[in-house]
């Protein structure tokens, strides 16, 4: 039998609200497998679809740059929100953020090595380590581009803890950056139905199968009741399909028709998502919970 672990459950409670006892038997009958568990706590009505995986644990800042019809989205990490709001901090991101758009480099070893203020890239953001005491990352970074008959609008929250950037063909930049301002807010997935993978979208329509069996629904109306649950899964997922944040009467794609636009691309930077944090005890808390 698996050991299943504290630190396991939390995350499984972390993301699907469900109960500990839940949890832990789900885990138990997944083997341990997280996103197993997950969808046996669905079906069996337990828990939604469970949040994405990835805790923030890193500082640091995102940036954007535009430049005519290319733009990039810039991460770098620090060790301390303190170093993330200092000055020097703040102009390295602006610098290798401009300087990455100038190179456009293919991967994170081109971009250290890409000339700036008469060194490289990496060479600047080691002498900055040294200065402010703190190891800094540069992390990643994406490309964009888009053709004259486009338009990028981009969005920064909270000085950098969030960089997103839309791209609308029509429209206009403030309509784009109305766009990059819902991503921000919303997180969407995925642009719209037609970018949902295959495989996710088969075990998505399983997993809303057996939760409507368990219901007890009669046999021939599950079809027509897991089409709904599925439509309304898909249009919490992809950003064309979502209530836009400034006007939840109309989809974010009937706010981009509005503005004679169509919205074709976006990307969303969070700084530290994915990056998982220094764990505390788990054994503790889960004690603490059982009182």
């Known amino acids: 039998m698996v050991q299943i672990t504290a630190k396991q459950v939390k995350e499984l409670r972390d993301r699907t609200g469900a109960g ?3 949890s832990k038997k789900a885990l138990v ?5 997280i996103e197993k568990a997950i969808d046996i706590l669905r079906e069996n009505g337990v828990a939604k679809a469970a949040k994405k995986a990835g805790r923030t644990a890193a500082e640091g800042l995102a940036e954007f740059a535009v430049d005519g019809n290319n733009a990039v989205l810039v991460e770098i990490n620090s060790e301390t929100d303190f170093v993330a709001t200092n000055d020097k901090f703040v102009k390295l991101v602006d610098d290798v953020t401009k300087a990455i ?8 070893e081109e971009a250290l090595n890409a000339p700036m203020a008469d060194s490289t890239i990496g060479e600047v953001i080691t002498n900055m380590t040294a200065v402010i005491g703190e190891k800094i990352t540069l992390r990643r970074f994406d490309l964009l581009s888009k053709s004259d008959d486009e338009v990028f609008g981009a969005y920064k929250h909270n000085g950098g803890a969030i ?18 301002m819902h991503v921000a807010a919303i997180n969407p997935e995925y642009l719209d139905k037609a970018s949902v993978p295959a495989d996710e979208l088969e075990r998505q329509k399983a997993v809303f199968t057996k939760e409507t069996e368990n219901e007890g629904k009669p046999e021939k109306i599950i079809p027509k009741i897991v089409e709904g649950r599925v439509n309304k899964y898909l249009s919490e997922i992809c950003l064309v399909d979502q209530p836009y944040v400034k006007d939840g009467d109309m989809t974010v794609a009937e706010y981009a ?5 169509e919205v074709v691309a976006f990307t969303r930077y969070e700084v530290g998502e994915g990056i998982e944090k220094k764990q505390e005890d788990f054994a503790a808390e889960v004690r603490e919970q059982m009182k």
């Open 101 to 108: 758009l100038a190179n456009k480099p293919a991967n994170l």
């Open 163 to 180: 960089v997103a950037v839309a791209t609308l063909k029509g429209g206009n930049e403030e309509a784009a950056k109305n766009v990059a």
């Open 20 to 22: 500990m006892m839940d």
């Open 257 to 261: 028709k509005s503005q004679n636009a």
């Open 29 to 33: 009958q997944a083997e341990g497998d």
